[in-house]
């Protein structure tokens, strides 16, 4: 094995990904798959899950996958999804909580309801599965290799920016929280926990804006680096905090978003000086 493959291997380890039949989820998913892992991924959408595995086994990448329902927008969904990811595996090394959904209304008719659902599944879920999934993660961890947690939050969540998703942005933000705070807690059980901080990504959740590579292109040329993010991006930062090469880094808020977390059009005293 070479010195990069070392580094950057996810071989052999197992993971699940929440929400992994599309976007996001599924750009993880290959990624995994792809460098060695074996990867469980859930959603609502059974169907959709066996078909994206199959998809993923059908690449003869060094990993493989299996797909099946699950739902965390309930407790009862969780204790369920537990129990099916127990009966697959005794042991998770990566634990990917990719699930969640959006609400895009305007600010006079945006409705109390979109409050409790985004934030009990995007904030509440990921939480319960969390915990519940502990005894397993702490089966996959060790001083040399922690197991790995990584949240889906988004730039919406570090930018005071909601364009109608007021309870998606707040749910991110509150992502965002809970990662570090986990991070904290989890140092000493060999966890290390992070977040994905998204911009624009062609997915369902974006397809309003991006389904069409010209409406991507649009998109795209409001990012400071001229696109949005692509396959690849996902991948490298996956592997990244999977592999031994991100064994050290826990707690942080990982930006994919094209520099758009930095940008300011702000200018204190240039005008002044023009």
């Known amino acids: 094995m070479s010195y990069l493959d070392d580094l950057f291997s996810v071989a052999g380890k197992t993971a699940l990904v929440t929400g992994g039949a599309t976007g996001i989820g599924k750009m993880v998913a290959s990624a995994l798959v792809r460098g060695g892992a074996h990867v469980l991924i859930a ?6 899950c ?28 969780v204790a369920a999804l537990v129990s099916d990811v127990r009966a697959r595996t005794d042991v998770l090394h990566i634990l990917v909580n990719n699930a969640g959904v959006t609400w895009g209304e305007p600010l006079e008719t945006f409705p109390h309801a979109a409050w409790h659902k985004v934030m009990n599944i995007n904030v509440g879920g990921l939480f319960t599965l969390t915990r519940e999934l502990l005894p397993l993660l702490d089966a996959g961890s060790s001083d040399d290799d ?5 949240n889906l939050g988004s730039v919406m969540g ?4 909601a364009e109608g998703a007021y309870s998606y942005s707040a749910s991110k933000a509150a992502v965002h929280h809970l990662t570090r705070i986990l991070a904290n807690e989890f140092a000493k059980r060999r966890i290390t926990v992070n977040a994905f901080a998204p911009g624009p990504f062609q997915s369902k959740m974006t397809a309003f804006a991006t389904a069409s590579d010209e409406m991507a292109q649009k998109v795209g040329k409001g990012v400071p680096l001229g696109r949005i993010g692509s396959p690849d991006d996902i991948a490298g930062a996956t592997l990244y905090l999977c592999s031994k090469g991100g064994s050290y880094v826990s707690g942080a808020i990982l930006p994919l978003d094209g520099g758009l977390s930095v940008y300011s059009s702000m200018g204190l005293f240039a005008h002044a000086l023009e």
């Open 43 to 48: 959603s609502r959408k059974g169907e959709a």
């Open 50 to 77: 066996e078909a994206v595995a199959a998809e993923l086994n059908a690449m003869n990448a060094p990993g493989s996958a299996v797909g099946f329902a699950g739902d965390v927008g309930t407790e009862e969904g």
């Open 146 to 150: 922690p197991a790995r947690i990584i």
């Open 158 to 161: 570090t930018q005071p920016v």
